[in-house]
T-cell receptor
Framework: DVKVTQSSRYLVKRTGEKVFLECVQD?????MFWYRQDPGLGLRLIYF???????EKGDIPEGYSVSREKKERFSLILESASTNQTSMYLC??????????????FGDGTRLSIL | AQTVTQSQPEMSVQEAETVTLSCTYDTSESDYYLFWYKQPPSRQMILVIR??????QNATENRFSVNFQKAAKSFSLKISDSQLGDAAMYFCAYRSAGAQKLVFGQGTRLTINP
């Protein structure tokens, strides 16, 4: 089974701090994704990466950056955390390809609170 | 841009009964894929069922089936013989045939009453 591991399930940080959320997958997937999940809004894509050192902006990239130095690891960075970034963050991975059989596999999520 | 709408924020059903969750989407594309994901209270999102737009036959996975109406851009999920373990948030998602990323709906929280 695919395993997507997020480094923390709960995280509390202060306004203005630089925050790192880490995600690791063990199935050699090319694609990795970061979403935030808010009630009534579903999941919104922040950034995704289809290869090492490659990244593309999603729908809500403002205030975030990402890093992918190794294929298995995809980091989300909040450069200067703000209270409106309090949310659930989900990481996902999938094989590269446009065939229908490429579902995304998700981690358990990190509930981040910015005080 | 494609959008996905789940108009039912919450649904509830008695155990052993059948429930249908609604999903509509907006796209100008003809080739795409549709998914239903389940997020139980433990939070890990898992794939329930998927449908290719060019297939007319509705997908089925055990107690889960879809009603795919391409012209109406509708993709509902039917859960038969509901079980307590079906309680979760359910998300409908869309993916263009040539894309890697998913577009999600707002989610429907399903409660199973014993």
């Amino acid at each position: 089974d695919v395993k997507v591991t997020q480094s923390s399930r709960y995280l509390v940080k202060r306004t203005g701090e630089k925050v790192f959320l880490e995600c690791v997958q063990d199935m050699d997937h090319e694609n990795m994704f970061w979403y935030r999940q808010d009630p009534g809004l579903g999941l919104r894509l922040i950034y995704f990466s289809y290869d090492v050192k490659m990244k593309e902006k999603g729908d809500i990239p403002e205030g975030y950056s990402v890093s992918r130095e190794k294929k298995e690891r995809f980091s989300l960075i909040l450069e200067s955390a703000s209270t409106n970034q309090t949310s659930m963050y989900l990481c996902a991975s999938s094989l590269l390809g446009t065939e229908w059989g490429q579902p995304q596999h998700f981690g358990d999520g990190t509930r981040l609170s910015i005080l | 841009a494609q959008t996905v709408t789940q108009s039912q924020p919450e649904m509830s059903v008695q155990e052993a009964e059948t429930v249908t969750l609604s999903c509509t989407y907006d796209t100008s594309e003809s080739d795409y894929y549709l998914f239903w994901y389940k997020q139980p209270p433990s939070r890990q999102m898992i794939l329930v069922i998927r449908q290719e737009a060019y297939k007319q036959q509705n997908a089925t996975e055990n107690r889960f089936s879809v009603n795919f109406q391409k012209a109406a851009k509708s993709f509902s999920l039917k859960i038969s013989d509901s079980q307590l373990g079906d309680a979760a948030m359910y998300f409908c998602a869309y993916r263009s045939a040539g894309a890697q990323k998913l577009v999600f709906g707002q989610g429907t929280r399903l409660t199973i009453n014993p």
